[in-house]
């Protein structure tokens, strides 16, 4: 008798704690793949929406709608007065953001989008180098490319899975602008018709809060991760070797690395944060010059050479983080959590162009792939 009761209880319950949602009809829903943001005015931005277009007769495998506004809400109404479907965030793949517009702060921007529940927390977040309509524009007449949502996800997982470019979606932003002591980072696009038609990941926008203060290209990228224990493997092309070895080889030395390991430390001495960062590079040369046989003390050399020209590559990525005033590497938030005393005395905004950053790189190289 007991546990009849209790499972009449527990159907009771369960039928009493169902809940509903407002019905959406799939082929009723337009679902946003894209969203741009741009410049348009001083009160106004220029937004545009990509929707995929199902009726297999139609010329365009996206629509595009677009209009200027000074609220994404406001915008959304109006593309829905323009779409034959419900206009639904739940799909949304990427946001872009055009460099001009990013400078002067996006985090109002993303804290409307994160109200809405239907937004996807997991959407990339890119910087455009011109114009994110315009882009939409070009690819819908690329014949030969995917539809421009799936193109974009597949070209920057690929070039995240290099290192060439960071990870950030919209929750990794938002999480990093709000933790004090580190920036955020964000992947950089830009519209490629000099090397084949397309789009083409250029390096990585450096954030002091929420505005864009600075740009690395892609060869300087993947050591800005390793430094922040994220590199994933890169193509390393050495172009000091060259130098060195001018009569027998003038096109330089492509490694690849496959392994990282980091070490960093945070130490205050005179009232000055001192950062030791050890990365250790596990590598194969890729390319050098063929059919030649490398004996110890010349494998040592290169891995010297190579080790010295990623040491000053980081240096120079460091000093530059300074300059603009970006703390990608979270050196803040370590001192915070590590030594709060100090924290909480100094303005860290100021304090980090003081740092004294001391790198030491190690390059292994495993094998040289050499054939005879």
Known sequence: ???????????IMSINLT??????????????LQVGFETYNTND???????????????????????????????????????????????????????????????????????????????????????????????????????????????????????YVPETRMFQFSTQYFSPGIDPIIPIIKLQTDKGKGVEVTGTALFSGDKLVGKIDTKETP??????????????????????????????CAISIN??????????????????????????????????????????????VISAEIKDLCEKVLKYTQEVGSDPIGIGDIIRAKHNNYWEKINWENAYKDVVFNVKVNVNISNHGVIR
Request: overall charge positive; charged content about 30%; hydrophobic content about 40%.
């Open 45 to 163: 931005m220029l937004i545009s929406f990509t929707l995929p277009v199902v009726d297999m007769t139609a010329k365009e495998r996206t629509e595009l709608i677009y209009s200027n506004g000074a609220m994404l809400r406001e915008f959304r109404e109006k593309a829905r007065k323009t779409s034959a479907k419900v206009v639904e965030g739940g799909k949304i793949q990427q946001f872009l953001i055009d460099d001009s517009l990013a400078k002067k702060g996006i985090n109002n921007l993303f804290e409307v989008i994160e109200r809405d529940s239907t937004d996807p927390p997991t959407a990339f977040v890119l910087i455009t180098e011109g114009s994110p309509k315009e882009m939409f524009q070009v690819l819908q007449g690329y014949g030969d490319k995917p539809v421009p949502a799936f193109y974009i996800h597949d070209l920057i997982r690929s070039n995240i899975k290099s290192s």
């Open 259 to 304: 392994k990282v390991k980091r070490k960093l430390s945070v130490n205050i001495l005179d009232n000055k944060p001192v950062v030791n960062i050890s990365l250790n590079l596990n590598a194969a040369i890729a390319e050098f010059k063929w059919n030649e046989m490398y004996d110890s003390d010349f494998e040592q050399y290169v891995e010297g």
């Open 19 to 32: 809940g509903c949602w407002d019905q959406k009809i799939y082929e009723k829903s337009g679902f946003v």
């Open 223 to 252: 050591f800005l991760l390793a430094m922040m224990g994220k590199m994933k493997g890169t193509i390393f092309i050495s172009k000091r070797l060259t130098e060195k070895e001018q009569e027998n080889n003038k096109k330089g």
């Open 1 to 11: 008798m007991k546990k009849t009761i209790i499972f009449l209880l527990i159907i």
